[in-house]
């Protein structure tokens, strides 16, 4: 079932406010037994509320569920479109393309996403971009960067690659050599799987539906 916080939030205040009634009847607004009822019942809502959310919230941020594919999502091709009701983008998954000329099982998916995710803490990617929401502003923001059309249009017959996780790859072992904007990003010295294992993770995570963040990507620049 989904709720808007603001149902939530009306819903929990008019729950404290008729079982904090219900139960200090005889007592006035003034006496002090009706503010400690209205303090432990309040605050008893609000933990069971808590207790919802993470429950709600874990099991929408599990790979496979509504808003995150699972890893096989890398055998995919991934688009972002704007969706009229939701009032903000969402990913599609499109068909299998494979990746780098493969279609990866659900094992092997999950070990090269892991794989990448390891290699971006190794070497601390967020110190200078931001990945779903964390991390610093030197950089552009990573979480769509696989769906950035500049790989496609110029890094592809820049780097002389035949496909986007080629390009992305050959760009992300040299980036010093093929420069986009002003800042330049350092040469990380991945190894060959270590930037393999980067890209899958880079296209595992644009293809989260991440409530529109960030947001207008692709239309503001
Ligand atoms: C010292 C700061 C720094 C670190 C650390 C860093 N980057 Fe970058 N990165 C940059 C800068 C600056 C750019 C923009 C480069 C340009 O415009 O040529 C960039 C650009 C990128 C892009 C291209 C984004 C796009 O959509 O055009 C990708 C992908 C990327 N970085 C991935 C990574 C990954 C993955 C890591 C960690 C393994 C990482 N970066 C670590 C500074 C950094």
Redesign the pocket.
């Known amino acids: 079932m989904d709720y808007s916080w603001i149902q939530i939030a009306v819903a929990a205040v008019f729950l404290s406010v008729v079982i904090t009634l219900v139960l200090s009847r005889g007592y006035g607004w003034l006496s002090p037994t009706f503010w400690r009822n209205a303090a432990v019942v309040s605050s008893l809502i609000m933990l069971f509320i808590l207790m919802w959310l993470t429950f709600d919230t874990t099991e929408k941020v599990r790979p496979g569920a509504s808003q995150v594919p699972t890893w096989t999502v890398i055998n995919h091709e991934i688009g972002l479109v704007w969706n009229e009701e939701k009032r903000r983008q969402v990913p599609v998954i499109g068909e299998q393309t494979g990746f780098f000329g493969k279609v990866y099982s659900p094992e092997e998916a999950f070990a090269l996403v892991n794989k990448g995710k390891m ?2 803490q190794s ?3 967020m ?3 931001q990945i779903l929401g964390n991390g610093a502003y ?3 923001d ?1 979480t769509r ?1 696989w769906l ?1 059309p ?1 790989w496609e249009e110029r890094v592809m017959p820049m780097v002389g690659a035949t496909t986007h996780e080629e390009a ?1 790859k050959t760009w ?1 072992m040299n ?1 010093e050599k093929y ?3 002003q ?4 040469n ?1 010295h991945f190894t060959d799987e270590e930037a393999t294992a ?1 890209v899958a993770f ?1 296209k595992w995570m644009s293809a989260i539906d991440t409530n529109g963040f960030p947001p207008r990507f692709g239309v503001a620049q």
């Open positions: 290699t971006l070497r601390n990617c110190e200078c971009h030197y950089a552009p990573l960067a950035d500049w992305m992300l980036p420069p986009q904007g800042r330049r990003m350092p990380l980067l880079l």
